[in-house]
């Protein structure tokens, strides 16, 4: 091997200025510390363990660290459906009222930050695909404005953690209004938690034991699960969030659970490793197929990563950022359609997908470098119905520009 190359055919010297600069955002309490992880071409290229996973306690991030992966989840629910679908259990065209009674005869508002009370029936029912997609209609408390934010919170308890079980809340949630008629837009929502508890149905069983017996099992994806059991909390990663008071980092963890909880969300509850996250990562890059075990056909994996949204679908902001400015979204993940429109997020090729969690975990599949990422911190946004005022002052930029800084230097490493 040439002496300025690395493993997977990085140079050297590109990878090598990853640890420090994620040592200086560590070490400027910007955030508490970092597990990433770069494979290409069958092996692994770099694993970084930067800063601490329990700062108090002085304990550092180690490769094996536990993270909530909040997001991260809804790939591998979406898999889980898709998975379904291919046994002709359920279609992308079905109303999921075919399984979910609870949401029969929806009412939309008439104005998304209006009044709950004032609403039109909705002029078709939901399908199996508006959920993949996030065009159902629902929403979070985090991703609206109005009454309806509220609403969320009041009828359904947080995001995470909710005392709610599954049944409670699906009726729940078709209690309340849609933000928008079925197919319209891509609104962020519950919709991947409403697509596990289908699942879930379906299969006659929770769909945390789905997704062990049908994914984790078969892939050998050992540390992840919806709880962290008493012997592997030592490993768990706090969560923590700059304090506007103090301006330094406070720990804001969620409170461990004695027993594996009744409400599994399929759209963020999850707890995971780098290692483990990176065994589904491969084999959604071998589309379907990893070290000999498949879960779904090639075409499957190919349906998933393509672009679903209209062109006036992407006109249309996330988060208050066109964020489609130069991707799309399929069944359950973003996808790069424009690279160059694309380079003031982070970095990638045509084709890559991925989808990020809410605590600033992020992975990344580049079919045509070969390539997984996994950029792993614990680092608090607010889920509750003012998120959207507080996402611009909740984080120092270092925290924020951490995540483009790592994509481009991966990306510079390969020497183009």
């Known amino acids: 091997m040439d002496g ?23 070490d400027a309490g910007d ?35 536990l993270f909530r992966i909040a997001s991260m989840t809804k790939p591998i629910t979406s898999i889980a459906a898709l998975m379904l ?27 998304a930050a209006g009044p709950i009370e004032d609403t039109y029936p909705a002029p078709r029912e939901i399908t199996v695909e508006d959920l993949m997609t996030h065009r159902a209609g629902l929403a979070y408390a985090f991703t609206s404005v109005g009454p309806i934010a509220q609403a969320h919170e009041d009828a359904l308890g947080p995001p995470l953690g909710t005392p709610l079980t599954p049944d409670q809340w699906l009726k729940a949630l078709g209690g309340l209004p849609l933000s ?33 017996d049908r994914i984790f099992s ?40 004695d027993s594996q909880p009744a409400f599994e969300a399929g759209g963020g509850g999850l707890i995971s490793t780098a290692d483990d996250y990176l065994k589904f990562a491969r084999m959604m890059l071998g589309r379907g197929e990893v070290d000999g075990v498949r879960l779904v056909k090639a075409e499957t994996v190919e349906m998933m990563a393509a672009n679903r949204l209209t062109d006036a679908q992407r006109q249309i902001p996330f988060m208050g950022i066109p ?3 130069g991707q799309g979204f399929g069944l359950g993940l973003s996808v790069i359609t424009d690279p160059e429109k694309q380079a003031w997020m982070g970095a990638g090729s ?42 611009a002052t909740g984080q120092r930029m270092g925290g924020r520009a951490a995540l483009p800084v790592f994509q481009k230097l991966v990306y510079g490493a390969l020497g183009k």
């Open 323 to 325: 964020f489609w400015l």
């Open 180 to 212: 928008y008629p079925p197919g319209e837009r891509f609104h962020y929502s519950h919709a991947t938690e409403v697509l596990g508890f289908l699942v879930a149905r379906i299969e006659g069983k929770p769909l945390g034991q789905v997704l062990k």
């Open 31 to 65: 955030l508490s510390g970092f597990v990433t992880l770069v494979w290409r071409k069958g092996e692994i290229a770099q694993i970084n363990t930067i800063g601490q996973r329990d700062v108090e306690a002085g304990a550092p991030m180690t490769r094996d660290t």
């Open 218 to 257: 078969p892939l050998g994806m050992h540390d992840t699960d919806f709880w962290c059991p008493p012997e592997k909390r030592g490993r768990m990663a706090k969560l923590y969030r700059i304090d506007p008071q103090t301006d330094r980092l406070q720990d804001v963890s969620f409170p461990h659970v």
């Open 350 to 391: 045509e084709g890559a997908f991925g989808w990020p969690g809410a605590f600033g975990t992020w992975w990344q599949a580049d079919p045509a470098e070969d390539m997984v990422m996994i950029y792993l911190i614990q680092n608090s946004m607010p889920l509750g119905p003012d998120a959207a005022a507080q996402l």
């Open 85 to 111: 679908l291919e046994e002709g259990k359920l279609r992308l065209e079905d109303p999921i009222t075919k399984w979910l009674p609870e949401f029969a005869g929806m009412q939309v508002l008439k104005d």
């Open 4 to 26: 300025d190359q690395a493993s997977g055919g990085f140079l050297q010297a590109g990878l090598a200025q990853i640890p420090p600069a994620l040592q200086a955002v560590a």
